[in-house]
């Protein structure tokens, strides 16, 4: 009797196993080999001219491309030139320069003291 119940625990522990490992697989494992895809599609599609983010938050422009090097132009004056991998380009597109207006200036009243604290602090420190 033992053995039949035993055998059931162990076929319901490996399917339990096997439906989890099903879970994670579908909820972790394969989405991020999809991005991963994506993110070598993209990295493989840079050619020269194109406007790169970097993944330390530097936009640049490739001038230059040797085997899994990218020359990276960063600057106004054009005068810096880069070598980065090809995995540190994080996306491809020019930054977004342009300034908004703020509606209302932010104004904190809760660092303002009043008069009378200046004097709490006074007596305090004449003590």
Do not use: C, H, W
């Amino acid at each position: 009797m033992q053995t039949a119940s035993t055998g059931g625990m162990l076929m319901s522990t490996v399917l339990y196993l096997g439906f989890f490992f099903l879970i994670m697989y579908f909820l972790i494992i394969r989405p991020q080999k999809k991005r991963d895809k994506q993110v070598a599609d993209m990295q493989g599609s840079i050619k020269v001219g194109d406007e790169v983010l970097l993944t330390t938050g530097i936009y640049g422009k490739v001038v230059d491309i040797i085997n899994d090097l990218f020359i990276i132009e960063l600057g106004l004056n054009k005068s810096v030139r880069i070598p980065v991998k090809r995995v540190a380009v994080a996306s491809v597109g020019a930054p977004n320069l342009t300034i908004s207006k703020a509606a209302e200036p932010v104004v904190d009243d809760e660092d303002e003291y009043e008069e009378d604290e200046y004097e709490e602090y006074e007596e305090e420190d004449e003590k």
